[in-house]
Every structure is written in structure tokens, then in C-alpha cells.
């Protein structure tokens, strides 16, 4: 095995290794680190301190990922595989977390805050090193046929009931359609902030419906991934069952 073979095997997540579970746990320590100035208005010099040695960290798995792109891609020629690989996504993510501490990125978009906001892109960082996550988005992926059609249904819904409401209604309440989409909505997630309510007996009924659909379109998806997630983890406790064995 060469050395590279072994650098990928400690970076990789799934990889169950010791030195590769420590290499997880440090790097998600950093990321928390990173994001810690951001719940913060004022900036303190410390907060300096935990980005400088954040970035250097997240510059150097980058590197060393990079640097193994042909054991990511491996049905890729070598070549390819270090060509691609900067356009992959979780590389993108990687590179987008690092860039706004650039000082010269700093200094051209301090006026618009932008580096402040594209540094919270450093939350989708966790999604490589938590196996949790990763477990839950290939229950997304294999559930996305029945979620899409839970999605477009709860679409659907909201147009209609919106479209209703805003002919029942004919109070300030719902100035426009959009006060309308946005009542719908809230009432199908059960949200209901209160600042936008019927005050006719037929929109209030409507509003009954839609909150009781609401409650039936958010415990659909919700039982499908549960039921996923259950089935992830059993075929996953299965495949480590047999590489004991």
C-alpha cells in the first residue's frame, strides 16, 4: 500500500479506522471553531486567531484531498481524476469556506458583508465528516421519488387553497396573492405566525382544512425517512457484521 493509499484511507470518512475517526473528530472540532466569530457582532482578536489557524487547516485537508482525487474517482485515468476534482462538490464547499478569509477578499467585499456570510458555508463541511448526515442523505436519495411527489402535492395544495382564500377573502388582511401564498403556507407547515388571518366564517373553515392537511403532508415524509433511515442502518450494521466476521 503506498503512502498515498494510506493518506486517502485516514481522510476518507469511511474509512473505520482510529487515525481516521481522529482526523474526523479534529476537523469538525475546527469547524466549529471557525464558525464560533460568527454568533458574535463584534470581532475580538482572538476570534482573528480561530480563523488564521482554522483556514490553514482547511487549506491543508485540501490539499492532501487533492492530492488522493484518483482513489476518489477511481474510474477516472489519474489525470482526470485531479482535473475534476476541484469541480466536485464537496471540493467547491471546501474551497468557498476558505476563500472569504483571503485578506485581499476581505478588503473588496468588507462593504458588503459578504465574506462574513459566505464563511457559513463552512456548515456544510460537516456533511463529509458526520456519518450520521451522510447516512441521512442517502435516505433523501433513495426516498426522492416519494418525497418529490409529497413536495409537489404540498405545492399544489398551497396554490389552490391560496387561490381560494384570496377570492373568499376580501379584507386588508390579503392585499395580494402573495399575502395569500404566504397564509398558505404557514398554515400547511402549522406554522401560523398570526399576522396574516381570514375574518369570514368560510375562511376560517378553509383555514381548518388546511391546517389539519398540514399535519397529514408533514407526518407522510417525516414516516418515509424514519422507515429509510431504520433500513440504512440496518444494512449498514449487517455489512460491518460481515467485515468482522
Same mark, same amino acid.
Given at each position: 500500500?503506498?503512502?498515498?493509499?494510506?493518506?486517502?484511507?485516514?481522510?476518507?470518512?469511511? =474509512?473505520?479506522?482510529?487515525?481516521?475517526?481522529?482526523?474526523?473528530?479534529?476537523?469538525?472540532?475546527?469547524?466549529?471553531?471557525?464558525?464560533?466569530?460568527?454568533?458574535?457582532?463584534? *470581532?475580538?482578536?482572538?476570534?482573528?486567531?480561530?480563523?488564521?489557524?482554522?483556514? =490553514?487547516?482547511?487549506?491543508?485537508?485540501?490539499?492532501?484531498?487533492?492530492?488522493?482525487?484518483?482513489?476518489?474517482?477511481?474510474?477516472?485515468?489519474?489525470?482526470?481524476?485531479?482535473?475534476?476534482?476541484?469541480?466536485?462538490?464537496?471540493?467547491?464547499?471546501?474551497?468557498?469556506?476558505?476563500?472569504?478569509?483571503?485578506?485581499?477578499?476581505?478588503?473588496?467585499?468588507?462593504?458588503?458583508?459578504?465574506?462574513?456570510?459566505?464563511?457559513?458555508?463552512?456548515?456544510?463541511?460537516?456533511?463529509?465528516?458526520?456519518?450520521?448526515? *451522510?447516512?441521512?442523505?442517502?435516505?433523501?436519495?433513495?426516498?426522492?421519488?416519494?418525497?418529490?411527489?409529497?413536495?409537489?402535492?404540498?405545492?399544489?395544495?398551497?396554490?389552490?387553497?391560496?387561490?381560494?382564500?384570496?377570492?373568499?377573502?376580501?379584507?386588508?388582511?390579503?392585499?395580494?396573492?402573495?399575502?395569500?401564498?404566504?397564509?398558505?403556507?404557514?398554515?400547511?407547515?402549522?406554522?401560523?405566525?398570526?399576522?396574516?388571518?381570514?375574518?369570514?366564517? &368560510?375562511?376560517?373553515?378553509?383555514?381548518?382544512?388546511?391546517?389539519?392537511?398540514?399535519?397529514?403532508?408533514?407526518?407522510?415524509?417525516?414516516? &418515509?425517512?424514519?422507515? =429509510?433511515?431504520?433500513?440504512?442502518?440496518?444494512?449498514?450494521?449487517?455489512?460491518?457484521?460481515?467485515?468482522? =466476521?
Amino acid at each position: 500500500m503506498t503512502w498515498r493509499k494510506k493518506l486517502f484511507d485516514i481522510i476518507e470518512t469511511e =474509512s473505520r479506522s482510529f487515525s481516521s475517526k481522529t482526523y474526523d473528530m479534529c476537523m469538525l472540532f475546527f469547524i466549529i471553531i471557525s464558525l464560533v466569530p460568527l454568533a458574535f457582532r463584534e *470581532q475580538y482578536e482572538l476570534f482573528y486567531w480561530f480563523d488564521y489557524i482554522s483556514v =490553514s487547516i482547511f487549506i491543508i485537508d485540501y490539499l492532501l484531498r487533492w492530492l488522493t482525487a484518483d482513489y476518489k474517482l477511481p474510474n477516472r485515468p489519474k489525470w482526470q481524476a485531479f482535473l475534476l476534482y476541484p469541480f466536485t462538490v464537496f471540493a467547491i464547499i471546501d474551497l468557498l469556506s476558505i476563500l472569504p478569509s483571503f485578506l485581499v477578499l476581505n478588503k473588496a467585499l468588507k462593504m458588503f458583508r459578504i465574506t462574513r456570510l459566505a464563511k457559513i458555508l463552512r456548515v456544510f463541511k460537516f456533511i463529509r465528516y458526520s456519518k450520521n448526515v *451522510q447516512i441521512l442523505f442517502r435516505v433523501l436519495r433513495r426516498e426522492s421519488r416519494i418525497l418529490l411527489t409529497v413536495f409537489w402535492l404540498a405545492v399544489v395544495y398551497i396554490f389552490m387553497t391560496a387561490l381560494i382564500m384570496f377570492n373568499v377573502e376580501e379584507s386588508d388582511m390579503f392585499a395580494d396573492f402573495f399575502d395569500a401564498l404566504y397564509w398558505a403556507t404557514t398554515t400547511l407547515t402549522t406554522v401560523g405566525y398570526g399576522d396574516i388571518c381570514p375574518t369570514t366564517d &368560510v375562511g376560517r373553515v378553509i383555514s381548518m382544512l388546511s391546517a389539519i392537511m398540514g399535519v397529514a403532508v408533514i407526518a407522510l415524509p417525516s414516516g &418515509v425517512i424514519t422507515a =429509510s433511515y431504520l433500513d440504512e442502518l440496518r444494512e449498514m450494521k449487517e455489512k460491518e457484521d460481515i467485515l468482522d =466476521s
